[in-house]
Nanobody, 124 residues
C-alpha cells in the first residue's frame, strides 16, 4: 500500500527554520518525482518545490527560492524540505506527493498520491 507521511511541522518565529520530512512506504521513493505543496486558509494549494527521480533536477517556486532546499535520503526512503528564513506568509498546511513525470513540475493536478499534510505556523 502506497503511503506518504509528512512530519516536522510546528510553530516557529519569523526568521526561524523548520525541516519537513516526507516518509514513504509501499514504494521506492528514488524511482519517483516527489513534490512539496502548501495550502493556506482560504487559498488554493500551490507548489513549493519538487525533486525528480534518481536525484534529478529540482525546482522551486519563486517565493521560496534561496530559502527552501529539497533533498532525498534514499536509505531512509524520505524526502526533506529544509525551510529557512521563514515568513508569516509561509504559514500553511504542507503536503508531499509523488508522480512519475520528469523533470518534476509544481503543477498540483499532475500528482497522483498525497500525504495527509503537516501544519506550519510562522508567527511571533
Amino acid at each position: 500500500q502506497v503511503q506518504l507521511v509528512e512530519s516536522g511541522g510546528g510553530l516557529v518565529q519569523p526568521g526561524g527554520s523548520l525541516r519537513l520530512s516526507c516518509a514513504a512506504s509501499g514504494f521506492t521513493m528514488d524511482y519517483y518525482t516527489i513534490g512539496w505543496f502548501r495550502q493556506a486558509p482560504g487559498k488554493e494549494r500551490e507548489g513549493v518545490s519538487c525533486i525528480s527521480n534518481s536525484d534529478g533536477p529540482t525546482h522551486y517556486a519563486d517565493s521560496v527560492k534561496g530559502r527552501f532546499t529539497i533533498s532525498r535520503d534514499n536509505a531512509k526512503n524520505t524526502v526533506y524540505l529544509q525551510m529557512n528564513s521563514l515568513r508569516p506568509e509561509d504559514t500553511a498546511v504542507y503536503y508531499c506527493a509523488r508522480d512519475r513525470l520528469v523533470p518534476c513540475t509544481l503543477i498540483v493536478s499532475i500528482y497522483d498520491d498525497w500525504g495527509q499534510g503537516t501544519q506550519d505556523t510562522v508567527s511571533s
